[in-house]
């Protein structure tokens, strides 16, 4: 089993910033691929970004490419997501993801709303 926490979320104005983190604990052996994922409210989640087990790989959605940046600690399982530029378009709720061993986890998820 592994379990994800997420924090960070909040609210913002158009144009912030903020910085979400994750981290996973569980029986984890060795490094994870781990992803942040969203859901605003009526739409289906959608992939924002990801990163592979040793962290040279990085992956992101269109609609964020050049405002966010994932990173990860692979000593700690935590992965971040740093998110500038901040629209309306991007509040939602924000899900940190991994697949382990043919089994996808998911945290809670954090809220973030950017409204002015």
């Known amino acids: 089993q592994v379990q994800l926490v997420e924090s960070g979320g909040g609210s913002v104005q158009p144009g912030g910033s903020l910085n979400l983190s994750c981290v996973a604990s569980?029986?984890?052996?060795?490094?994870?691929?781990m992803a942040w994922y969203r859901q605003a409210p009526g739409q289906q989640r959608e992939l924002v970004a990801s990163?592979?087990?040793?962290?040279?790989?990085?992956n992101y959605a269109d609609s964020v490419k050049g405002r966010f940046t994932i990173s990860g600690d692979n000593t700690k399982n935590m992965v971040y997501l740093q998110m500038n530029s901040l629209k309306p378009e991007d509040t939602a709720v924000y899900y940190c993801?991994?697949?382990?061993?043919?089994?996808?986890?998911w945290g809670q998820g954090t809220q973030v709303t950017v409204s002015s």
């Open positions: 993801n991994t697949r382990y061993r043919l089994a996808d986890y």
């Open positions: 569980g029986s984890i052996s060795g490094r994870i691929a």
């Open positions: 990163i592979s087990s040793t962290g040279r790989s990085t």
